[in-house]
């Protein structure tokens, strides 16, 4: 479909250029983090990275524990791609893309232990904390998986426990208590498209990929989670090399928390 | 008695009554509800002699007779295309009117135009229900290879054209780029990279100062001043 474009965005690459004037490795500007936007959520952000604008949720609910892990707490990750987001959109059921997007910021929360899940534990086997994300893109103009894992990092930085009694919980009182974040997961794409790697694509380099890869890393440089994405097959060395990129960019981002 | 509302060239928005009294006329972009005339749309409202008409600002491509514009392919067919035309309605490019060669019965017409491919083309035929019919048969008309396709606001294209083509030429020549303007908003440019990345800067400012006067200096200064950096 977009076989011109990608020849085209490939000659670019050659020059070392992108559509938009940006260097290969290069993020687009502003990128903005905003804390605590919506009033009833426990936690919440906002992130923007060029256009691409991404709201994520917190919310904390008290729930029963899964029969094999009574004593830990768990999180849940909804991803909702609405249409006033992207024309190409559209309401119902979430799609494969939208799951998608949940699961790779649901991994990378979870597989980097950034939240201890035994400190979620209300009573062993009866009441546990459910950490419930929900991400909601308002402009996608590309690279929503970054947006949405930074927002969401942020938004369980700023996540403060509703006041409990033991039996009904007040959403109304906020205690000072914050959820513990032990790890920060920041999670870059890399794109490949010929045999170039790029990052931060927007919405017309979205269209013309080979395959991306996102990678998810903590503070000190150890991987957590990856998700392969794209048509065409990536070689060791190009997962070497995406890997490199991923770390290097983390470091970046990491600094707008 | 009759009554105007507005100042010439005022920013109107749509609701708003611009004019009272049987004995001024609505024009484009107004309409009239019992006495008063109202706007329909965001625009600068004109004044000219008893008729009150808007330019309008903002808004979708609307198809026109006559209109060149850029299209993507995006359904080939037994006996022709379907143009996406960057508006709500699609437009049929049919057999006949896509070349001048003769194409055999049963063809592959992927050939011709592709999924995806972008054409200049232009309308023959919109009829009341905004079924749009065009044609690849006139100067200029094509199909665009290599470069890429940049989405402005329709209602820009007239000052991104130009008097006479005027400012797009002067952007052509500054930024050394291949550049086809569509009416619905679709533009087209091929050149090197660094000087494609001028042009769309330039038509970007253009899009954003449009309603300024002294335009054209302003963009020129614009051009003069980049084009030595590169």
Redesign the interface.
């Known amino acids: 479909m977009h076989r011109e474009l990608r020849s085209h965005i490939i000659s670019l690459l050659a020059a070392g250029i992108r559509l938009d004037g940006r260097k290969l490795a290069e993020y687009r500007e502003p990128i903005e983090v905003e804390n605590n936007i919506v009033k009833t959520a426990e936690g919440s952000a906002r992130v923007k990275i060029g256009d691409t604008e991404v709201i994520v949720g917190i919310k904390l609910e008290v729930g029963e524990p899964y029969p094999d892990t009574p004593d830990e707490g768990t999180i849940i990750v909804g991803a909702e791609l609405l249409p006033l987001s992207n024309p190409d959109f559209e309401l119902g059921p979430p799609g494969i893309q939208a799951i998608e997007l949940a699961r790779v910021v649901d991994r990378g929360i979870r597989e980097s232990k950034a939240l201890d899940f035994k400190k979620l534990c209300i009573e062993k086997g009866e009441k546990i904390w459910m950490v419930i994300i929900d991400i909601c893109p308002i402009n996608d103009a590309g690279n929503l998986f970054d947006a949405a894992s930074l927002a969401a990092l942020a938004a369980l930085k700023n996540t403060r426990y509703p006041s409990f009694d033991g039996e009904k919980v007040d959403y109304k009182v906020k205690t000072d208590k914050k959820l513990a974040l032990e790890k920060m997961p920041i999670a870059v794409t890399v794109i490949k498209i010929g045999d170039k790697f790029i990052v931060d694509p927007d919405t017309e380099e979205e269209k013309a990929i080979d395959s991306r890869l996102t990678v998810s890393s903590i503070e000190d440089g150890t991987l957590c989670a990856l998700q392969k994405g794209g048509d065409f097959p990536l070689t060791m060395e190009d997962i070497d090399k995406m890997l490199d990129i991923g770390i290097e960019k983390a470091k970046e981002l990491r600094k707008y928390l | 008695m009759s009554e105007i509302n507005v100042k010439d060239k005022e920013i109107s928005v749509p609701g708003e009554t611009l004019a009272t009294g049987m004995d001024i006329l609505p024009g484009i972009g107004t309409y009239r509800n019992g006495e008063k005339i109202v706007a329909n749309r965001l625009g600068l409202a004109m004044i000219e002699g008893r008729t009150i008409k808007l330019i309008p600002l903002s808004g979708r491509y609307i198809p026109k007779t006559g209109d060149t514009i850029i299209c993507k392919v995006i359904d080939v067919g037994f006996n022709g295309w379907r143009l996406d035309t960057n508006s709500a309605y699609s437009a049929m490019l049919s057999m006949k009117d896509a070349t001048s060669e003769f194409i055999a019965r049963g063809a592959n017409l992927t050939q011709y135009y592709d999924?995806?491919?972008?054409i200049v083309c232009k309308i023959v035929n919109v009829t009341s229900q905004k079924l749009i019919d065009v044609t690849m048969k006139g100067p200029g008309l094509r199909k665009?290879?290599?470069?890429?396709v940049i989405d402005v606001n329709t209602n820009k294209v007239p000052r991104i054209i130009g008097k006479q083509g005027s400012m797009v030429m002067m952007i052509k020549e500054a930024a050394k780029c291949n550049i086809s303007v569509g009416q619905n908003g679709l533009i087209w440019i091929y050149g090197e990279?660094?000087d494609e990345?001028l042009a769309i800067q330039t038509i970007r400012k253009i899009e954003k100062e449009s309603h300024m006067s002294g335009l054209t200096e302003k963009i020129k200064e614009y051009l003069e001043e980049n084009r030595r950096k590169n």
């Open positions: 999924l995806g491919d972008y665009l290879k290599g470069g890429r990279p660094m990345l």
